[in-house]
């Protein structure tokens, strides 16, 4: 069955320290993948997604990710963390018609 | 920009009760996705619409069922609440086809005593 892992359930990091937050995914064909993003007391809001061509994605924020199908990972970057990207990071990937998503990423911000 | 709403931020509930959650979109949005979201669970699907009066069954259906009268509007209705209901409860929307990116409501938290 398609899965995703996120492997780390918490993230500290300083303002103006690059982050990655790690995502593996479990899917026997190309997959489709997402990041989205909740702030506190809000939605989720889509960063970026990958569903071919260029590896490297870029999305909204100042944020990137890289598809690796070797490793089975999509991560996501930010060479420069603002005390705004404080919320909870959340990858998907897509099965059929549903999204599947991994059990997130809270990251917390240090000034 | 796209706005979906849920009717209630925060809901308390007994255990037996009937409960409506209520969510609408303003953008036309074909398909309309209920999801649960608890701490260590990530998001998991409850039931989605592809269109007016069709539903699909998602990933945890037992003990809910949705209605969709409407294309902006789609509600979640627990027929008989209980604790373990207790949790966030998001609404999401988009344009047909399963590419298409989804939008969020802020989220209803629910706590059923």
């Known amino acids: 069955a398609q899965s995703v892992t996120q492997p780390d359930i918490h993230i500290t990091v300083s303002e103006g320290a690059s982050l990655e937050l790690r995502c593996n995914y479990s899917?026997?064909?190309?997959?489709?993948l997402f990041w989205y993003v909740q702030s506190p007391g809000q939605g989720l809001q889509l960063l970026l997604k990958y569903f071919s061509g260029d590896t490297l994605v870029q999305g909204i924020k100042g944020f990137e990710a890289e598809f690796k199908r070797s490793q089975s990972s999509f991560n996501l970057r930010k060479p420069s963390v603002h005390w705004s990207d404080a919320a909870e990071y959340f990858c998907a990937v897509l099965n059929t018609d549903k999204l599947i998503f991994g059990t997130g990423t809270r990251l917390q911000v240090f000034p | 920009d796209v706005k979906v709403t849920q009717s209630s931020r925060y809901l308390v509930k007994r255990t037996g009760e009937k409960v409506f959650l209520e969510c609408v979109q303003d953008m036309d949005h074909e398909n309309m996705f209920w999801y649960r979201q608890d701490p260590g669970l990530g998001l998991r699907l409850i039931y989605f619409s592809y269109d007016v009066k069709m539903k699909e069954k998602g990933d945890i259906p037992e003990g809910y069922s949705v209605s969709r009268e409407k294309k902006e509007r789609f509600s979640l209705i627990l027929e008989s609440a209980s604790t373990n209901q207790t949790s966030m409860y998001l609404c999401?929307?988009?344009?047909?086809?399963?590419?298409?990116?989804?939008?969020f409501g802020p989220g209803t938290r629910l706590l059923v005593l």
């Open positions: 999401a929307s988009s344009y047909r086809g399963p590419k298409e990116t989804q939008y």
């Open positions: 899917y026997g064909a190309t997959p489709y």
